[in-house]
C-alpha cells in the first residue's frame, strides 16, 4: 500500500512556461513534506520542503503548496528552465517517526527549449 | 559535490560473494540512512542511525548488515546476496532523526548480482 503517489509518470513543459508536479498522500500523520530532483547517474537533490503548519513555501522559481484537506501537495516551477529536466520526488514523513521519509514513484520532467 | 560520498559506484557481484559498501559525509549530520531504490519503485528506506545507534531497520533480510562507526561513515555489509537485490542503494544524512530537517543524498551504488 503506497501512502505517497505521484500518478502522472511524466509530464513535458514549453521553457518559459509553468510546470506543475503533483503528490497526494494517504497517511494524516504526516507532517513535513519535501521535494527532491534526481539527474541520470546522481543521487536525489534536495529542493524544498513544507511543513504541515504551513500551505505553502516559495523559493525562487520553486513553490511547493500543500492542502492537508486533500491529502495532496503540489510543486510549481516557474518559468520552467531546460535544466529543470529531471526525475521529481515528492517525500513525506511524520514526526513520530525516526527520520523516515516515504518517497513517491517520481515524475520525469521534460522541459522543451 | 553533494557532502555525501558513495564508494563504489558500481559494484557486480555473485551470489556468494562478501562485499561491502561505504557512505561518508562531511555535513557534519548526527543521522545516516540506507535506502535502496529498484527498477520502477520508489526509494525504499532500510536503515536508520542516529547518533551511531541503529534506530530503524525496516525489516530487511539479515543478508545486509549495516554498521556505523562514527557519525561521519556507513558501511552496508552484503552476504549472499540474491538476483532481487540488484538495485541502486544511496545513502543519504540529516541533522537529526527524526527531524523536520531534509536528508541529503550521495549518488549511490549501482549493485548488479549474478
Known amino acids: 500500500d503506497q501512502q505517497v503517489k505521484q500518478n502522472s509518470p511524466s509530464l513535458s513543459v514549453q521553457e518559459g512556461r509553468i510546470s506543475i508536479l503533483n503528490c497526494d498522500y494517504t497517511?494524516?500523520?504526516?507532517?513535513?513534506f519535501l521535494w527532491y530532483k534526481k539527474y541520470p547517474a546522481e543521487g536525489p537533490t534536495f529542493l524544498i520542503s513544507?511543513?504541515?503548519?504551513?500551505d505553502k513555501n516559495e523559493d525562487g522559481r520553486f513553490t511547493v503548496f500543500l492542502n492537508k484537506s486533500a491529502k495532496h501537495l503540489s510543486l510549481h516551477i516557474v518559468p520552467s528552465q531546460p535544466g529543470d529536466s529531471a526525475v521529481y520526488f515528492c517525500?513525506?514523513?511524520?514526526?513520530?517517526?525516526?527520520?523516515?521519509?516515504?518517497f513517491g514513484q517520481g515524475t520525469t520532467l521534460q522541459v522543451k527549449p | 559535490e553533494t557532502g555525501v560520498t558513495q564508494t563504489p559506484r558500481h559494484l557486480v557481484m555473485g551470489m556468494t560473494n562478501k562485499k561491502s559498501l561505504k557512505c561518508e559525509q562531511h555535513?557534519?549530520?548526527?543521522?545516516m540512512y540506507w535506502y535502496k531504490q529498484s527498477a520502477k519503485k520508489p526509494l525504499e528506506l532500510m536503515f536508520v542511525?542516529?547518533?551511531?545507534?541503529?534506530?530503524e531497520n525496516n525489516s530487511v533480510p539479515s543478508r545486509f548488515s549495516p554498521e556505523c562507526p562514527n557519525s561521519s561513515h556507513l558501511f552496508l555489509h552484503l552476504h549472499t546476496l540474491q538476483p532481487e537485490d540488484s538495485a541502486l542503494y544511496l545513502c543519504?544524512?540529516?541533522?537529526?532523526?527524526?527531524?523536520?530537517?531534509?536528508?541529503?543524498f550521495g549518488d549511490g551504488t549501482r549493485l548488479s548480482i549474478l
Open positions: 542511525y542516529s547518533l551511531e545507534e541503529r534506530v
Open positions: 513544507i511543513s504541515s503548519i504551513k
Open positions: 555535513l557534519g549530520h548526527n543521522a
Open positions: 517525500a513525506a514523513s511524520g514526526s513520530s517517526n525516526t527520520g523516515k521519509l516515504i
Open positions: 543519504a544524512s540529516s541533522q537529526e532523526a527524526p527531524s523536520n530537517q531534509p536528508q541529503h
Open positions: 497517511n494524516s500523520m504526516f507532517d513535513y
